[in-house]
T-cell receptor
């Protein structure tokens, strides 16, 4: 069974630029999550989708971050414009049905904002 | 608001020793608790999941216990090996309003000494 795929693995941009990350969850998983992990911290949930609907985006900085999950499969997370404090690893995870199911994580995208 | 604390932040032990990692959480109304492993530059791998009604779970050399009433969990690693070097993250699933959320601790960085 293929795991959660993410791309790119690494990205370096300058502040005020925009960037997008892509995630392909495990086939058949209805729920998809984006987490932000700052160095030395645990992952923090940014947004959760169930199929193509948003379940929770309470910690997403909506003035600069956006995410979509068209057709309920792949998802894209965008930052525009980026700030220095956005430097982090962005992890995508998926679970079969609901958030109480085991979550499977992708390898993450390491973003550096200069 | 659920908060998860892990002690110690870092641990260095000789190979072959048994060791214990600690996790505490502030809100005992959890659905389940998970221990994850994170290797440098990689995503999270689920090690053990304990349902709120359970006291412990075992997988190979790993044993996780849960004392929900006191808000504590421990991860016991028996006969540690060089390949056990990684960051170990504790996370709890608890209700965040209309949704269940995974809240992580900051992790314990485990380094094995030859």
């Amino acid at each position: 069974e293929a795991g959660v795929a993410q791309s790119p693995r690494y990205k370096i941009i300058e502040k005020r630029q925009s960037v997008a990350f892509w995630c392909n969850p495990i086939s058949g998983h209805a729920t998809l999550y984006w987490y932000q992990q700052i160095l030395g911290q645990g992952p923090k949930l940014l947004i959760q989708f169930q199929n193509n609907g948003v379940v929770d985006d309470s910690q997403l900085p909506k003035d600069r971050f956006s995410a979509e999950r068209l057709k309920g499969v792949d998802s894209t997370l965008k930052i525009q414009p980026a700030k220095l404090e956005d430097s982090a690893v962005y992890l995508c995870a998926s679970s079969l049905l609901v958030s109480t199911d085991t979550q499977y994580f992708g390898p993450g995208t390491r973003l550096t904002v200069l | 608001k659920q908060e998860v604390t892990q002690i110690p932040a870092a641990l260095s032990v000789p190979e072959g020793e048994n060791l214990v990692l600690n996790c505490s959480f502030t809100d005992s109304a959890i659905y389940n608790l998970q221990w994850f492993r994170q290797d440098p530059g990689k995503g999270l791998t689920s090690l053990l999941l304990i349902q709120s009604s359970q006291r412990e779970q075992t997988s190979g050399r790993l044993n996780a216990s849960l004392d929900k009433s006191s808000g504590r969990s421990t991860l016991y690693i028996a006969a540690s090996q060089p390949g056990d070097s990684a960051t170990y993250l504790c996370a709890v699933i608890s209700s965040g309003g209309s949704n269940y959320k995974l809240t992580f601790g900051k992790g314990t960085l485990l380094t094995m000494n030859p």
